[in-house]
């Protein structure tokens, strides 16, 4: 008599890894970045809104956008340094108290004394400029590696549904409160960037005695050469600052006066800007699992899908085909942006990563205004059509390009373990 052979037992894969939405001290993080993003947009529409409302002049709006823009820049460099010397949660803690502090005094100044506002704008943007390559690091600090591309599409996420819920809710409290007591509540959002993240691992020095500081210079051409060793990283920055140069640019300029001029409604400027926002949503939702086996060279062609945007401007198509095209480049952006946090994370040596992801944030804000103060005296000498031709050729020509450098393919370098 035989006996029936004893059921296999089941084969047993590797654990699944736990979902970084279920980790506390990330969604702590997660919570005050996304309180961050919230407050350094709302800025600009509530000042836009102290302008409807008269308590502040069109030539006003611009010197203060202007001080927060120069604060941001001059604090960037500075921040990254700070956050490779010290602990990354307490120089969130003191930028973002300083970004908070200065909302009363913006409340303070509106109506009275224009100095004040610029003087408060410009500490916003330092606060602001410091806490950011602080809030990269942190990531890395907080999360682990197989996990940090999911939460950096969390991260950008929530700031982009921010971005697309925040006009409509602003609008909203604007019904019941003041512009005064809305610069106070982006303070209280400031607040809560400064005290809710918690304490992420320490990055450990060499044992041994402890050398002499370097002066802040010195730190941050330390962190220039270690952006030097990837070569993927410098290419990724000329990509980035091509598209955000031209292509942003050209397309900030152009669509509003397309969209009265050939189509003779707003409705198309507000639709191809929700549009945009509605793909780098979709973006976002596909790279948190998406890991395509040459991640750099996919990063790049979405980043170049951008040159769509400028192109569906040159030419007299339906409006719907303009929408489509913004939500293609909304889209490719998070293709491009998550992956490439994600890589900086992994491949940067931790006690420069700060530093390097400061260059990145230096190129991302720094160029915006140049490209256009550039692009709108241009229009006037070639005309609209010739200059969103160079743009898109630029937009779709150099990602191409930047993809050819050697790492480029995978953002790493070769036996990183990428």
Same mark, same amino acid.
């Given at each position: 008599?035989?006996?029936?052979?004893?059921?296999?037992?089941?084969?047993?894969?590797?654990?699944?890894?736990?979902?970084?939405?279920?980790?506390?001290?990330?969604?702590?993080?997660?919570?005050?970045?996304?309180?961050?993003?919230?407050?350094?947009?709302?800025?600009?529409?509530?000042?836009?809104?102290?302008?409807?409302?008269?308590?502040?002049?069109?030539?006003?709006?611009?010197?203060?956008?202007?001080?927060?823009?120069?604060?941001?820049?001059?604090?960037?460099?500075?921040?990254?340094?700070?956050?490779?010397?010290?602990?990354?949660?307490?120089? $969130?803690?003191? @930028?973002? =108290? *300083?970004?908070? +502090?200065?909302?009363? %005094? #913006? !409340?303070?100044? &509106?109506?009275?004394?224009? /100095?004040?506002?610029?003087?408060?704008?410009?500490?916003?943007?330092?606060?602001?400029?410091?806490?950011?390559?602080?809030?990269?690091?942190?990531?890395?600090?907080?999360?682990?590696?197989?996990?940090?591309?999911?939460?950096?599409?969390?991260?950008?996420?929530? $700031?982009?549904? @921010?971005? =697309? *819920?925040?006009? +409509?809710?602003?609008? %909203? #409290? !604007?019904?019941? &409160?003041?512009?005064?007591? /809305?610069?106070?509540?982006?303070?209280?959002?400031?607040?809560?960037?400064?005290?809710?993240?918690?304490?992420?691992?320490?990055?450990?020095?060499?044992?041994?005695?402890?050398?002499?500081?370097?002066?802040?210079?010195?730190?941050?051409?330390?962190?220039?050469?270690?952006?030097?060793?990837?070569?993927?990283?410098? +290419?990724?920055?000329?990509? #980035? !600052?091509?598209?955000?140069?031209?292509?942003?640019?050209?397309?900030?300029?152009?669509?509003?006066?397309?969209?009265?001029?050939?189509?003779?409604?707003?409705?198309?400027?507000?639709?191809?800007?929700?549009?945009?926002?509605?793909?780098?949503?979709?973006?976002?939702?596909?790279?948190?699992?998406?890991?395509?086996?040459?991640?750099?060279?996919?990063?790049?062609?979405?980043?170049?899908?951008?040159?769509?945007?400028?192109?569906?401007?040159?030419?007299?198509?339906?409006?719907?085909?303009?929408?489509?095209?913004?939500?293609?480049?909304?889209?490719?952006?998070?293709?491009?942006?998550?992956?490439?946090?994600?890589?900086?994370?992994?491949?940067?040596?931790?006690?420069?990563?700060?530093?390097?992801?400061?260059?990145?944030?230096?190129?991302?804000?720094?160029?915006?205004?140049?490209?256009?103060?550039?692009?709108?005296?241009?229009?006037?000498?070639?005309?609209?059509?010739?200059?969103?031709?160079?743009?898109?050729?630029?937009?779709?020509?150099?990602?191409?390009?930047?993809?050819?450098?050697?790492?480029?393919?995978?953002?790493?370098?070769?036996?990183?373990?990428?």
């Amino acid at each position: 008599m035989t006996t029936a052979p004893a059921p296999a037992a089941p084969k047993s894969g590797p654990p699944r890894a736990r979902s970084v939405l279920r980790d506390p001290g990330f969604l702590r993080l997660w919570a005050g970045t996304t309180a961050s993003g919230l407050a350094t947009w709302a800025l600009p529409f509530v000042l836009g809104l102290a302008v409807l409302h008269r308590e502040l002049g069109a030539a006003g709006l611009g010197l203060v956008l202007g001080a927060r823009t120069a604060g941001f820049l001059a604090a960037v460099a500075v921040g990254g340094v700070l956050a490779d010397r010290h602990s990354r949660r307490a120089v $969130v803690l003191w @930028s973002a =108290l *300083a970004a908070a +502090a200065a909302a009363p %005094l #913006l !409340a303070l100044g &509106l109506g009275r004394s224009l /100095l004040l506002m610029t003087a408060a704008a410009a500490l916003a943007g330092a606060g602001q400029g410091a806490c950011r390559p602080a809030f990269q690091a942190l990531t890395a600090e907080v999360v682990d590696p197989g996990r940090r591309q999911q939460a950096n599409a969390a991260t950008t996420l929530a $700031v982009r549904a @921010s971005t =697309l *819920a925040g006009p +409509a809710l602003t609008a %909203l #409290l !604007a019904a019941f &409160l003041d512009v005064a007591t /809305l610069l106070l509540g982006i303070g209280a959002l400031w607040l809560v960037a400064a005290l809710l993240p918690g304490r992420g691992a320490a990055v450990t020095a060499e044992a041994g005695p402890r050398p002499p500081r370097a002066s802040f210079r010195a730190e941050f051409v330390d962190g220039v050469r270690e952006a030097r060793r990837h070569p993927w990283f410098l +290419a990724g920055l000329a990509a #980035l !600052a091509a598209v955000i140069t031209l292509g942003y640019s050209a397309t900030s300029v152009a669509l509003p006066l397309i969209s009265r001029d050939r189509y003779g409604t707003e409705w198309v400027l507000a639709a191809a800007m929700t549009a945009y926002t509605v793909g780098a949503l979709g973006g976002a939702l596909v790279t948190a699992r998406w890991r395509p086996r040459s991640q750099g060279w996919a990063a790049f062609a979405g980043l170049a899908a951008y040159g769509l945007a400028p192109l569906s401007l040159m030419l007299p198509v339906h409006p719907a085909v303009v929408i489509a095209a913004y939500v293609v480049a909304g889209t490719g952006i998070e293709l491009f942006n998550v992956p490439w946090f994600t890589a900086t994370q992994r491949e940067v040596a931790p006690d420069k990563l700060a530093r390097v992801s400061s260059l990145d944030f230096l190129v991302s804000y720094g160029l915006a205004p140049l490209g256009l103060a550039l692009i709108a005296p241009a229009i006037d000498s070639f005309g609209v059509t010739a200059v969103l031709g160079v743009c898109a050729a630029a937009c779709l020509l150099v990602p191409a390009g930047a993809a050819l450098v050697p790492t480029a393919r995978h953002f790493a370098r070769p036996g990183s373990g990428a």
